[in-house]
């Protein structure tokens, strides 16, 4: 069945994006209250009824309104008068509401090993030394078994491999009592962020991402993240993660007649702030191969250039909003932006982005062909959901209503790194008594190499109970949370 082609605005007549050429990537730009979160949730609703599953964050608080009709706004309906749009009618989205706290939605719960050490490295904004230390971590718990499920689970490991240190040296390298207390410290400020709610068990399942619902809509997933937004670093990695998991996960698609999954990263410009090169290089690759997989991301953002380069080059479908000229940094932004679209020679690109009214944009987007095309001057079509927030009553009804309610709500402790550690370390210190005891006198008495040899078990024995118990008091010293190594 031929999809018919998703109109996102009107200009002389409608702009489209074919569904086809839908699974390339985007971009949202523009100044603060030129109309992007109002552009964002129209996009979302033009993927949902075409049975496009998506995914934002919410980071104002009034994507919400997703989940009601609209109407009754006075802005809504004169922008529906003047674009003379004869079809349309108010509708909610089929919206699913997610929270990493677990205030306004489902719980999002990742594990540790899930999340890995690079993008636990940006989280905790460790330098390389420290990150290669991390590393360590990782790969001994892999090597012994140790599941890293929550953040208790990484401190007890972590502790665990600072405390044999000296074993580890030679075989996975130096691990410095520095870099140990770096990572700890950053541990502690991330619980202090929230960070224990983010890592867990139930881990989210991203099937439960894309569905449909029983009209053929895909269901509009909106995490909570005004929140989550008060630790810039920790959202940006929640969305990276949970992007990058798409990637892993998802098999390859080839060319579909439209998208698995639309994937739209708002304040996109705290992902690659002050991100190491590695992070950066993470990204690029898995913005330009998750594409394959059937999904499209769309980055948000006020200023183009906050994208790099090599990302933004991927970016085929761009809308741009209103751009400030007052410096010469906001001229370069204007004439960067303006360079980035094909021209048409009824458009003065340059003069047109600092005069655009609120939800009115510079549009283009990819053919039949993948190639961009001429750049048009348009309105976004104005959503047909609420633009605003809905009550906290209504958000609690729908979320209650989930067919996903009572799943990631009580979190799941099982037996992990820390638990197994704290059981090494007792079964050692129970040991320890029994190895240290003196031996029974025995008629005929022992020779002298069986007395050296329980001589060495027993001084062995104790060595190891020490340095469990070290081990064991560190981690309960450190903190808590747990987390699954695979």
């Known amino acids: 069945m031929t999809i018919s082609p998703l109109p ?67 802005k809504i309906d004169a922008r529906v008068k003047e674009l003379k749009l004869t079809d349309w009618t108010a509708e909610a989205c089929p919206a699913v509401f997610w929270d990493v706290f677990g205030e306004k939605g489902h719980p999002v719960r990742a594990t540790v090993s899930e999340m890995g050490p690079l993008l636990l490295g940006r989280l905790l904004n460790l330098n390389d030394t420290q990150a290669g230390v991390l590393s360590v971590v990782f790969k001994v718990a892999d090597e012994e078994g140790l599941l890293l499920l929550d953040l208790k689970d990484l401190r007890a490991a972590l502790q665990y491999v600072a405390d044999n240190a000296a074993k580890f040296k030679t075989t996975h390298g130096n691990v410095s009592a520095a870099s140990v207390g770096s990572i700890q410290r950053g541990l502690l400020a991330l619980s202090e962020q929230g960070g224990e709610k983010l890592f867990g068990e139930p881990a989210l399942d991203l099937d439960d991402m894309i569905q449909t619902d029983a009209k053929g809509r895909g269901v509009v997933n909106v995490l909570a993240a005004d929140k989550l937004m008060l630790a810039p670093k920790m959202y940006a990695t929640t969305l990276l993660w949970i992007l990058s998991e798409l990637y892993e996960r998802l098999p390859e698609a080839g060319d579909l007649e439209k998208p698995k999954l639309a994937f739209f990263f708002d304040e996109a410009h705290l992902l690659f702030s002050d991100a190491p090169a590695a ?45 400030r000229a007052f410096t010469p940094l906001d001229q370069k932004a204007v004439r960067a932006a303006a360079r980035t679209f094909r021209a048409n020679k009824g458009v003065d690109v340059e003069k047109a982005i600092t005069e655009l009214g609120v939800g009115e944009a510079l549009i283009s987007v990819l053919d039949a062909q993948g190639s961009p095309t001429p750049v048009e001057r348009a309105f976004v079509l104005p959503p047909r959901s609420r633009v605003g927030a809905l009550t906290d009553a209504e958000r609690a009804a729908l979320v209650a209503a989930s067919p996903l309610f009572g799943h990631y709500e009580k979190a799941v402790d099982r037996e992990s790194a820390h638990e197994i550690l704290a059981k090494r370390a007792a079964a050692a210190v129970a040991a320890a008594p029994a190895a240290q005891a003196p031996a029974p006198a025995r008629r005929g008495g022992d020779d002298m190499l069986s007395a050296v040899a329980k001589s060495a078990a027993r001084a062995a024995a104790s060595q190891i109970g ?4 070290r081990g064991l008091m560190g981690s309960l010293l450190g903190g808590s949370s747990k987390r699954r190594l695979f």
């Open 466 to 469: 020490r340095s469990l118990v």
């Open 8 to 74: 996102i605005a009107q200009s002389k007549s409608p702009v489209c994006v074919l569904p086809a050429m839908a699974c390339r990537h985007g971009l949202v730009a523009g100044a603060t209250g030129t109309g992007k979160t109002v552009s964002l949730q129209s996009l979302a609703e033009s993927f949902s009824r075409i049975g496009v599953p998506c995914f934002l964050a919410d980071v104002k608080g009034d994507l919400s309104g997703a989940g009601a009709a609209g109407g009754g706004n006075a």
């Open 279 to 323: 992070l950066v290089e993470k990204i690029e690759q898995i913005v330009r191969l998750v594409r394959s997989k059937g999904v499209s991301v769309w980055f948000i953002t006020q200023n183009p250039l906050d994208v790099p380069e090599k990302v933004l080059g991927q970016l085929g479908h761009k809308v741009q909003h209103a751009l």
